[in-house]
């Protein structure tokens, strides 16, 4: 069968010296059939539909991809277009190129129906990820896909256009980082910044093309004379020039707000060598001819980045006054750090039983295993945003274990990056032998000691979950809390989902919201509502998601009532921010006992010419089960206003050691510092050592109470801080 299309042609020829006379035939036949599938279609820009796949083929090739990626990509969009099925194709092609085109296939396909545009996003990157756990090549397939759509996306319109230079940017550009594929990466980040920012990418462009003949002389001087002296002690080295990508220094110029000018690395000069000992040998060499600027000098040798990524970077500056960065590697780091993980073809002849790649890659299962203990797909979402980026920092175990970890990220993460039960124990860190609080985010070089506590019952702290940056920690952390909290889990969901409604001005004991509940926890495939509340309680959903669902389908019903049936508001009395259903003019107080404040669970108690006592539900005056009680018709259900505006009182007990010298400095200094109503204050040590303070201070809701005991935790020697009754 004649070849029709020029491209192919092309891409045939390179095959031909790379492949067996089998493997070239399979492609071939991959060929015609695709063109043949596609032969009625065309693209935006006009041209014949199938100048696409060979594209991405042609992409895949300059990866070093094997044959059965480039059949797949050849493939990839023929099982939408045609009658034929994956079982036709697994019979033609084989097994492999079959999973390979449904998992590119499966990425491409819309998700279920009902999906906002951000949940449809999560949805497919999530199913992306499960694809690059299973084969990464599915993967490199699709970043090939995406690249010559970014090449060819002017064609396409505006809107649809921006969305798709960022997503690229925020995702696809990330995961050809986070797999060591630099052309591929810095193509996209380009390509995306041109899309999203034409001016500001212009300028830059204008800016480089300003300067191209001086840098060009400049990069060539710099070549010369540092080959002149590496060639002294490593003959066959090899030394090349290159600018800084755009997308580079586009970030540092509007990210960093830097001028041009600012912007050390925009020229680099690369040394290959033969081995490591080299590598360190001309570094040395090229120290004593130009001045190292301090703090800019890497070895990613010695510790690797998480994509595989070595080399030596040092930024140095000559009696010119520019300064420029070299990088020195040997030849198979400098494989890995043009490819990537498609220079390590796990499925190559000969690199079946590859025990490295599969560290290399078990960063995807942790992710995957990671998103499957949250509800909501959003979630995964923010993750890639914070962990697929390429800044990330590199500490140390105080036995010499080096963690890499997302900038940002704190010491909790640091933790729980080493053992789940290193972090469920963590009761404070040391970094470089200082007591540091749990919100110190980690940087370069330090070394990070946790301290735990012997007591299994402790557990993470609720905050955390606010407070980790690694969707590790967070699945760590929610995976104890619905482990081992359930029952805490479910009255904590219950009060943060009806404070949630109640700020929406909707009532959760009504009629019409029981019955909505009901149908919002089963269509997020809780089995009852309870579990729905779990959930909420240990973090697995976000109720900005949902509520405002709840609040449309509630207008919805409102609407939809038949003529002449009316829906009666519950009546209610307010008093002391409290609201007591279908009673009015009541008098109510907050007992004593337990001090309720807005955001606590509370019950009301019917007292003899009082009116209601308002209870915290889990206060020890409340009995467990109130149908077991002597007055069961006296305690009724109440709630807090949703707009309630008052200020209550509450009583704090911190338990310390004895290790921090200035304790009540430090506490007085939180109080002033929070600017807290202090109405009382007692400090009392304690025989066995230690010490105990009690203070009462003025609150407005839970939610302020739990900034406050997260303020005073951070304290030297608070060792606990407990709310208790008056």
Request: glycine share 6%; net charge negative.
């Amino acid at each position: 069968m004649e070849i029709m299309d020029l491209e192919y042609k092309e891409l045939r020829d390179k095959i031909e010296g790379k492949f067996s006379q089998a493997e070239v035939a399979a492609i071939d036949k991959a060929y015609f059939l695709a063109a043949k599938a596609h032969s009625h279609q065309r693209r935006r820009s006009g041209q014949p539909y199938i100048i696409h796949p060979i594209a991405v083929a042609a992409i895949l090739f300059n990866l070093a991809a094997d044959a059965p990626s480039i059949q797949a990509a050849l493939l990839h969009d023929v099982v939408e277009d045609t009658e034929m099925t994956l079982e036709d194709m697994k019979r033609e092609f084989g097994e492999t190129v079959a999973t390979l085109v449904d998992g590119v296939t499966k990425l491409g396909k819309v998700p279920l129906a009902g999906l906002d545009r951000e949940e449809e996003q999560a949805e497919n990157l999530r199913k992306m990820l499960i694809a690059m756990s299973q084969d990464i090549r599915v993967i490199i397939i699709k970043l090939a896909d995406r690249l010559h759509n970014m090449r060819t996306l002017s064609f396409v319109p505006e809107a649809k256009r921006r969305y798709t230079a960022k997503e690229t940017l925020e995702f696809y550009a990330p995961i050809a980082h986070r797999l060591g594929i630099r052309p591929v990466k810095e193509e996209l980040e380009d390509l995306a910044i041109s899309y999203l920012d034409p001016i500001g990418y212009k300028e830059i462009e204008e800016s480089l093309a300003a300067q191209s003949d001086s840098r060009s002389e400049f990069l060539e001087n710099i070549k010369k004379r540092v080959g002149e002296r590496v060639h002294e002690i490593v003959p066959d080295a090899r030394i090349e020039g290159r600018i800084k990508s755009v997308h580079g220094i586009y970030r540092k110029m509007y990210i960093q707000n830097r001028n041009f000018d600012e912007i050390y690395d925009i020229y680099a000069v690369r040394v290959l060598v033969n081995t490591v000992t080299d590598c360190y040998n001309c570094l040395g060499l090229i120290h004593d001819m130009f001045r190292p600027i301090p703090g800019r000098f890497k070895d990613y040798i010695s510790t690797p980045k998480p994509n595989m990524y070595q080399s030596l970077h040092s930024t140095l500056i000559g009696k010119e006054g520019i300064p420029f960065e070299v990088q020195i590697r040997t030849w198979e780091m400098h494989e890995t750090a043009e490819f990537g993980i498609a220079a390590h073809w796990k499925y190559k002849v000969g690199r079946s039983a590859d025990n490295k790649m599969d560290e290399r890659l078990s960063w995807i299962r942790r992710f995957v295993e990671n998103q499957e203990n949250t509800e909501d797909s959003l979630d995964i979402l923010h993750s890639i945003k914070n962990e697929l980026v390429p800044d990330e920092v590199y500490v140390f175990t105080p036995k010499g274990a080096v963690i890499n970890l997302p900038q940002g990220a704190n010491v909790i993460d640091f933790a729980y990056a080493i053992h789940s039960e290193v972090g469920n124990r963590m009761i404070g860190a040391k970094v470089d032998g200082r007591i540091v609080t749990f919100e110190h985010q980690v940087k370069t070089g330090e070394i990070i000691e946790i301290l735990t506590s012997g007591a299994q019952g402790r557990g993470p702290s609720r905050d955390w979950l606010k407070m980790v940056k690694t969707s590790e920690a967070r699945s760590k952390i929610r995976m104890w809390f619905k482990r081992e909290k359930r029952d805490e889990n479910i009255v904590e969901g219950r009060g943060e989902f009806e404070r949630e409604l109640r700020r929406s001005n909707l009532h959760p004991d009504s009629e019409i919201m029981r019955e909505l509940i009901e149908k919002v926890a089963e269509k997020q495939h809780f089995q009852n509502v309870n579990d729905f509340y779990a959930a909420i309680g240990y973090g697995g959903i976000l109720l900005s998601r949902i509520i405002p669902h709840i609040r449309e389908e509630y207008n919805k019903i409102i609407k939809a009532k038949p003529p002449g049936v009316e829906i009666k508001d519950i009546k209610h009395s307010s008093s002391e921010g409290v609201i007591v259903p279908n009673v009015e003019n009541c008098l109510v107080k907050l007992s004593r006992c337990c001090s309720p404040i807005p955001g606590d669970e509370i019950i009301g108690f019917i007292t003899r010419g009082h009116g209601i006592s308002v209870h915290k539900r889990d206060c020890s005056n409340v009995p467990k089960a109130i149908e077991n009680s002597p007055e069961p018709e006296r305690w009724i259900e109440v709630y807090w206003d949703y707009d309630v505006k008052e200020n209550f009182n509450a009583t704090l007990l911190l338990k310390c050691t004895d290790d921090n010298k200035n304790l009540m400095g430090d506490i007085y200094s939180a109080i002033a510092n929070m600017r807290l109503s202090l109405h009382a204050l007692d400090y009392r040590e304690n025989k066995g050592g230690g010490a105990t303070v009690v203070m009462n201070i003025t609150v407005n809701a839970v939610d302020h109470l739990w900034s406050i005991i997260a303020r005073f935790n951070k304290i030297g020697g608070v060792l606990s801080v407990e709310r208790t009754g008056t």
